[in-house]
């Protein structure tokens, strides 16, 4: 690749796409920060050695993809909380968990990981997709992400995975029997894409019944059988009645376990819906950076919220606190 200036250009040019296929392959958008990092250093590091007989491009997801395998060996897998037990009721403050939660990725980045679409669509950086992939073996989520989502070869597979081509598909063959049994039954029901005026509506009534401090409100844009969860908490609800009384708790000013007043911002995570929230705890008289939530919505109704409060502002380009327009 020859001289530093070029491989600068190469670097600026891959960079947010190798991000992003370390994300998906780790699900966690701080490591897949740091994996990219690696992965530039070690293509660095080899750059004399580069043959050309690949794509530039090929190389880097070479190199990357085995350096989450080496992360992968060593690191536990990324949960959310309905991974870990029973859904639960509301019945008082919760204490966080300090676990390798699965993280969210806001999609100004996705954005910016280039023209290529099958890098970023949604069927394969959605939440529900990346939960189902982390009960894969490192190897079989390899193949399937090398297989499934950028569409290399068999030969191209079983080559980095210094395995036979059948060893390979059969690694590709379990991961997506695993997926079918993990992923959503109704997912193939979800809105896809860009936002639609039906759920931009939806989402704007969504920030009002929260920012107005209405369960019932909340209540009445959600599917009967919704699930919630909220890293880093383990506990989570499994309907929209557990769903409701929680908020009744939460956002009551007369309960002793009303968390404050919000504010909130609509905006995309992982190609789904989500919301920018702010909270005003109680006794306070300003609103800090609370975190993001994504939303799945069916049929015009919401049936899972994921509410993540350990988010930092500033990878989601928002500021740290609330200032009324």
Same mark, same amino acid.
């Given at each position: ?7 600068? %250009? ?26 990219? !990092?690696? %992965? ?21 997801? /070479? ?10 060996? /060593? ?53 529900? *997709?990346?939960?189902?992939? !982390? ?9 399937? $992400? ?5 569409? @290399?070869?068999?030969q191209e597979t079983a080559d980095l995975l210094e395995t036979s081509v059948a060893s390979a598909n059969s690694?590709? !063959? ?35 019944a929260y920012e107005q401090g209405d369960p019932q409100a909340v209540a009445r844009l959600l599917h009967a059988?919704?699930?919630? $969860?909220?890293?880093? *908490?383990?506990? @989570? ?50 609103? /800090? ?31 740290? %606190? @609330?200032?009324?327009?």
């Amino acid at each position: 690749m020859g001289h530093a200036p070029d491989f600068e %250009t190469v670097v600026a040019r891959h960079r947010r796409e190798i991000q992003v296929h370390c994300y998906r392959m780790l699900g966690s958008l701080s490591d897949a920060e740091d994996l990219a !990092q690696e %992965t530039f250093l070690r293509a660095w590091k080899a750059r004399d050695k580069f043959e050309g007989r690949a794509s530039v491009r090929t190389w880097l997801y /070479r190199i990357a993809t085995n350096a989450c395998l080496d992360v992968l060996a /060593r690191r536990p897998r990324r949960v959310l909380p309905d991974q870990l037990g029973p859904a639960g009721e509301p019945d008082g403050p919760i204490s966080a968990v300090d676990l390798p939660w699965l993280e969210p990725v806001p999609d100004r980045l996705l954005d910016e990981a280039g023209p290529d679409a099958v890098v970023v669509e949604r069927e394969t950086i959605e939440l529900a *997709y990346l939960a189902a992939v !982390q009960y894969l073996p490192p190897r079989q989520r390899a193949a399937l $992400v090398l297989r499934d989502v950028l569409g @290399w070869s068999a030969q191209e597979t079983a080559d980095l995975l210094e395995t036979s081509v059948a060893s390979a598909n059969s690694a590709l !063959q379990r991961a997506r029997a695993t997926l079918r049994e993990r992923l959503p039954a109704r997912r193939a029901e979800w809105t896809a894409g860009d936002a639609t005026a039906q759920e931009t509506a939806l989402l704007k009534q969504f920030i009002a019944a929260y920012e107005q401090g209405d369960p019932q409100a909340v209540a009445r844009l959600l599917h009967a059988e919704a699930r919630a $969860v909220m890293p880093p *908490y383990e506990l @989570w609800f499994a309907s929209a009645a557990s769903i409701v009384r929680a908020l009744s708790l939460s956002l009551d000013p007369a309960s002793p376990h009303c968390v404050g007043r919000f504010r909130m911002r609509a905006t995309r995570a992982n190609r789904q819906p989500a919301v920018a929230t702010w909270l005003r705890r109680p006794g306070t008289d300003e609103y /800090r950076w609370f975190g993001v939530s994504l939303l799945t919505i069916e049929h015009g109704l919401i049936t899972d919220l994921a509410a993540f409060e350990s988010v930092p502002a500033a990878v989601w380009g928002m500021p740290e %606190t @609330w200032h009324d327009e």
